[in-house]
């Protein structure tokens, strides 16, 4: 059941995580002054450990100008994956059945490597086959992003995964049903108020989180033998060793001190100039329990705003949410921002009627009263609050007219998510060329979108609810079931006049829907 340390006999969990795309990673390399890979003439991509592929699919299927490759020593993973590959033709994406410590001989380099959810869980022989292939394989100037459990977030949980370990191991049958059991004596403890969970409330609350977890998912989690959480120097000091530099790290507002840590802990951060100490102090500060970090092989450093303007002025930036006025408050967990004023309401003003390159804003006449700098700084934390979101392409306005005419979902590999994830319980992550990554949608409207583009507007309601009857899927307000059918109808309805109202535009406007070419 067990390879190396990691779970074998239960399948992982479908997912795509924005976080590993190329256009994130190249976006914080350059705010960070760290010149970026190129990507609009072509790239390679890695991902190791890569689970049933999601990733590697969906990324192949945004970007066909790159070259993915997806490494899993598990063959139920890469079989699922490959299907996937063959049903959406993906011609530039290839997954491979392999042992870390036995990649292919003719592998060659890449610009960007990948992996999430495998460095905490598996041995320290394994994590130096990873450090060994991150030397080997990362190109010159490339980027390597790298998630883990993190201290000190873990302190006060460490002893769930123990225990939940620890019991699960006495039971019987295979990882699922042991983390059943498992979960149930979590229970029993919590609710019985055994001393620990007492002392420790938030442990109390993380139980309740771990009920509505995919309990395969939780099988991964915290079965593997080599579990372990590190520190945010421990992890780079191994990195550095394999000839590494830390660039950055995600989501973007993990780069500004001032939107991780409280006011009355920022003099610390003014007064140290040491980057890697400033990212431990970050994490005290903010008790992190899982970080993504992104490194570099041999970076090159950029020279001021121009030399930014001339490696990296492909990416282009547009507002977030359709609609958005200010002020707008942004919860960053242990920060929470208001973003106002006149230079951010222009911005929001320019970015709500199309994207554009750093340039392009940086020459318009209506922010010429703020230093280029400071504007680029503007630009790049408003991304970090979630105002703004960077693209690889250019975006146009929304189109409020969309669903007026027919639409068709022109991309195989969109069409094929549809068909597997809709109503599926997960969010459901569509490719958008444009944007140079997947676009998420939940998966009642992904139901929506295969019966709107099956059938149009018309009926649309009606045609939803029979399906959700048929599926025998059950919607939720405020996180309980809704039983009674005429509720259920209202909620039918209103999923429904969103949609049209907002997700159709917003689908058009990032290239997932097209008009049809048909008559």
């Known amino acids: 059941m067990i390879a190396q340390g990691y779970i074998t006999d239960v399948s992982y969990i479908p997912g795509f995580y924005p976080q590993m795309a190329p256009v994130a990673l190249r976006h914080v390399a350059a705010l960070n002054g760290v010149v970026p890979p190129a990507a609009s003439a072509g790239f390679r991509y890695l991902e190791l450990g890569c689970g049933l592929g999601r990733v590697v699919t969906t990324l192949a299927a945004a970007n066909p100008n790159g070259e993915f490759v997806g490494v ?24 491979i059945t392999a042992d870390l410590a036995d990649l292919p001989a003719d592998l060659g380099e ?44 873990w302190a006060h949980l460490q002893p769930i995964r123990a225990i939940l370990r620890q019991y699960a191991a006495l039971r019987q049958g295979d990882s699922v049903q042991r983390v059943r059991d498992a979960l149930a004596y979590l229970v029993f403890l919590r609710d019985r108020q055994a001393k620990y969970f007492v002392d420790n409330p938030r442990a109390s609350a993380y139980i309740d989180a771990l009920l509505t977890q995919d309990v395969r998912y939780l099988a991964h989690e915290y079965l593997n033998h080599h579990w372990t959480s590190f520190y945010f120097a421990e992890v780079a000091e191994m990195f550095g060793g394999a000839g590494l530099t ?18 009355d802990f920022q003099e610390l951060f003014r007064t140290t100039r040491d980057r890697l100490v400033t990212e431990a102090h970050k994490d005290f500060c903010a008790n992190t329990a899982f970080r993504w970090d992104i490194y570099a092989k041999s970076p090159r450093r950029i020279d001021g705003l121009e030399g930014r303007l001339a490696v990296a002025d492909d990416l282009e930036f547009r507002v977030a949410k359709a609609g958005t006025r200010l002020p707008v408050q942004a919860s960053l967990g ?58 690889a392409r250019h975006v146009p306005a929304a189109d409020a007219n969309a669903t007026a005419r027919g639409l068709v979902v022109v991309n195989a590999f969109n069409r094929a998510v549809l068909e597997s994830d809709a109503l599926g319980g997960r969010a459901v992550a569509l490719a958008s060329e444009r944007l140079g990554t997947g676009q998420a949608i939940g998966d009642l409207d992904a139901a929506i979108l295969q019966e709107f583009v099956a059938g149009g507007r018309e009926g649309l309601s009606d045609r939803l609810a029979r399906r959700l009857a048929a599926s025998r899927r059950t919607l939720q307000r405020d996180g309980k079931p809704v039983d009674d059918p005429a509720d259920q109808r209202k909620l039918v309805d209103a999923a429904c006049d969103i949609f049209l109202s907002l997700t159709v535009p917003r689908l058009g406007q990032v290239g997932i829907l097209e008009t049809s070419a048909a008559p």
């Open 72 to 95: 899993d020593l598990n063959p139920e993973h890469t079989a699922v994956a490959g299907r996937e590959i063959a049903a959406a033709g993906l011609a530039n994406a290839q997954v």
């Open 246 to 263: 830390f660039v950055g790290s995600l989501p973007t507002h993990t780069n500004f001190w001032d939107l991780c840590v409280r006011p």
């Open 110 to 153: 890449f610009e960007f490597i990948a992996l999430h959810g495998v460095f905490s869980w598996v041995g320290p022989e394994v994590r130096q086959q990873i450090l060994q292939a991150a030397r080997r394989h990362l190109a010159p100037g490339g980027l390597l992003i790298v998630s883990y459990n993190a201290m000190p977030g």
């Open 334 to 391: 242990v920060v929470t921002s208001t973003v106002d004023g006149p230079l951010y309401g222009m911005l929001v003003e320019m970015l709500s009627a199309g994207s554009l390159r750093l340039s392009q804003i940086l020459a318009d006449d209506r922010l010429s009263a703020t230093p280029p700098a400071d504007l680029a700084r503007a630009v790049d934390a408003g991304v970090a609050l979630g105002l703004f979101e960077v693209s």
